[in-house]
């Protein structure tokens, strides 16, 4: 059973333009999400994050909204880069539990 | 700060083998988690160690995979006997506890069982 979920493996745009990255989730005990993003490899790298009180948050070009009535959350890019091309992960937490469950990534391609 | 380190970066061993993947977690983490990333699956938790105790391991597949921590430098996921089908890359994370928000990943190693 899959909680958290990427339903896009892939996403391409156009340097400048907006990049969003979707991701939806099932368990209502989840209350911190975040993103991770991951080159080739790598690991993945903590890019940015958000607590269940809030409906935004950002970070330069990162901005990352959160619906929990939809149990959604998204992440916009903008203005997107040839660099930001990688993998993108959402993953979650609930409570006290200390594990992040993660989705299972959107490849994330920036063209020139 | 070096970051996490894992090695090896890349594993070929031969069905029924035993493989030992290893990590360094930053200096000052408490906390150190084993995740596995393949295709079907993405990424999940093997086990979870704090302050050097396993908390979690009920993300270990089988009997054929432990995982120590002797010490806060050191960690070791064993695979024995290794099959085919734990091809996969194998992340080490270490975090400052529950409550930070997120974790360091090392690079990883690219284990194939052939």
């Known amino acids: 059973d899959q909680q958290v979920k990427q339903n896009s493996p892939s996403l391409s745009v156009q340097e400048g333009r907006i990049s969003i990255l979707n991701c939806d989730y099932t368990?209502?005990?989840?209350?911190?999400f975040l993103w991770y993003k991951k080159y080739p490899a790598e690991g993945p790298t903590f890019l940015i994050s958000?607590?269940?009180?809030?409906d935004k948050n950002e970070d330069g070009r990162f901005t990352v909204f959160l619906n929990k009535s939809a149990k959604h959350l998204s992440l916009h890019i903008v203005p997107s880069q040839p660099g930001d091309s990688a993998v993108y992960f959402c993953?979650?937490?609930?409570?006290?539990?200390?594990?992040?469950?993660f989705g299972k990534g959107t490849l994330l391609t920036v063209n020139p | 700060d070096a970051g996490v380190i894992q090695s090896p970066r890349h594993e070929v061993t031969e069905m029924g083998q035993e493989v030992t993947l290893r990590c360094k977690p930053i200096?000052?983490?408490?906390?150190l988690f084993w995740y596995r990333q393949t295709m079907m699956r993405g990424l999940e938790l093997l086990i979870y160690?704090?302050?050097?105790?396993?908390?979690?391991d009920s993300g270990m597949p089988e009997d054929r995979f432990s995982a120590k921590m002797p010490n806060a430098s050191f960690s070791t996921l064993k695979i024995q006997p290794s099959e085919p089908r734990d091809s996969a890359v194998y992340f080490c994370?270490?975090?400052?506890?529950?409550?930070?928000?997120?974790?360091?990943f090392g690079s990883g190693t690219r284990l194939t069982v052939v």
């Open positions: 160690f704090n302050n050097n105790v396993p908390i979690d």
């Open positions: 993953a979650a937490r609930g409570g006290s539990n200390y594990k992040l469950t």
């Open positions: 958000i607590s269940s009180i809030k």
């Open positions: 368990n209502s005990m989840f209350d911190y």
């Open positions: 994370a270490s975090s400052t506890g529950i409550g930070s928000g997120g974790y360091t």
């Open positions: 200096s000052g983490h408490n906390s």
